[in-house]
């Protein structure tokens, strides 16, 4: 049977769209791994992909600092794809690592971004990243621009990552520094997700993402003074998301309460805004939130691209190979995306006149209530 969202696609008319479009997605999952957690557990239990990665610190002007790492050096002035993880993740995070190497493989370089605050190294200054702030993603990206201004530049976020992709592409808007984006598992509005991951067998995943959490305060606050109303022993003791920000995300943030943090935070009252070719890939089976988030086209911009699968889970995407064999088939697909966008793109960028030279630049407070200063030290 046929979902609901999956028969919302509109006709195709010879009139410029509105909107944006939903389609279903070509994925279907491997025999053995057909259920949302079978999928979602697959892509956690999977050996880590082989990647170099060079590792470079960007310090910022406020004493803090971010983390990035290059792949793909030996394509020279290819493609140029960031990638932005998910809540607890970073550099070692498997699905970043196999995008990657797709990526290289088409010619692509890759530049990881580690979000201020992830990775196993705390940052300087209390702050840290959340679903809501893109001013580090957006200094990246302004970076990397003013460095190959004729550089093809994309954008690729998984979950947080995903929902922090979209909302800095709408804050953008028409002068977004990138060309193209893809994201997967997004949290379209946080509070339903919420709710979800306090429920049945998703409490597993809550319980062990709190946990990398919890250790992440635990190695960042003995030398960071953390700022009232944060209350640090009450996100210690959280046995919830919810419990979580009340305690941390939310006042750290400059937030009223946690509602007013999931409001401003969800992507989903953005989506109209995006100016940039973007896919979103979703699973209407996704174990982190429920299928009533999914956003109608009339949400989305005439740019935007969102493909439903039925199943998936939470950036699993798992289906079988020729043999058989496992086959990361988001990898593919999202790689796949930025990869024909590059090729739509190339006469253009051959025909380009030279750049000019490179002016210092600032990322525009548009959004963050954390915002501390972004432009290079």
């Not at 979902?3 to 006709?11: A, G, I």
């Not at 491997?30 to 470079?56: C, D, I, M, N, Y």
């Amino acid at each position: 049977m046929i979902h609901p969202l999956l028969s919302t696609v509109s006709p195709q008319s010879g009139t410029p769209p509105c909107h944006g479009r939903i389609v279903a997605s070509s994925f279907r999952p491997h025999p053995l791994l057909a259920g949302a957690h079978a999928q979602t557990f697959s892509q956690l239990l999977r050996p880590a992909p082989r990647l170099a990665v060079r590792r470079e610190r960007l310090e910022l002007v406020d004493g803090d600092f971010l983390d990035v790492g290059w792949s793909g050096d030996a394509n020279g002035r290819g493609p140029l794809a960031v990638l932005v993880h998910g809540l607890a993740g970073g550099f070692e995070s498997k699905y970043l690592l196999g995008t990657a190497r797709r990526l290289i493989a088409h010619g692509w370089r890759t530049v990881m971004l580690q979000l201020r605050g992830a990775g196993p190294e705390p940052n300087r200054s209390a702050r840290s990243y959340n679903q809501e702030d893109t001013e580090d993603l957006r200094y990246v990206w302004r970076l990397l621009r003013q460095r190959e201004p004729r550089a093809y530049l994309a954008t690729v976020g998984w979950s947080l990552g995903g929902n922090v992709t979209l909302k800095a592409l709408a804050e953008e808007g028409a002068d977004a520094p990138v060309d193209i984006a893809a994201v997967a598992s997004v949290p379209f509005r946080i509070r339903p997700c919420i709710e979800r991951l306090r429920r049945g067998f998703s409490r597993v995943y809550q319980r062990h993402l709190l946990g990398l959490l919890k250790a992440g305060l635990r190695r960042k606050h003995p030398g960071i003074a953390l700022p009232p109303p944060a209350n640090l022993a009450a996100a210690l003791a959280a046995r919830s998301f919810l419990d979580y920000d009340v305690a941390y995300t939310a006042p750290l943030a400059g937030y009223a309460d946690v509602e007013d943090y999931y409001t401003h935070a969800s992507c989903e009252q953005f989506l109209k805004s995006i100016a940039r070719s973007t896919l979103v890939v979703h699973a209407l089976d996704d174990p982190f939130m429920t299928a009533d988030i999914v956003p109608a086209e009339e949400a989305l911009s005439p740019h935007v691209t969102l493909e439903l699968a039925a199943g998936g889970g939470h950036v699993g995407f798992i289906s079988a190979g020729p043999f058989g064999q496992p086959l990361c088939w988001l990898e593919q697909r999202l790689a796949q995306f930025l990869h024909e966008g590059a090729a739509l793109a190339a006469p253009r960028l051959a025909a380009a006149a030279p750049a000019p030279a490179p002016e210092p630049f600032s990322v525009p407070a548009v959004a963050s209530r954390a915002s501390g200063g972004l432009s290079p030290a």
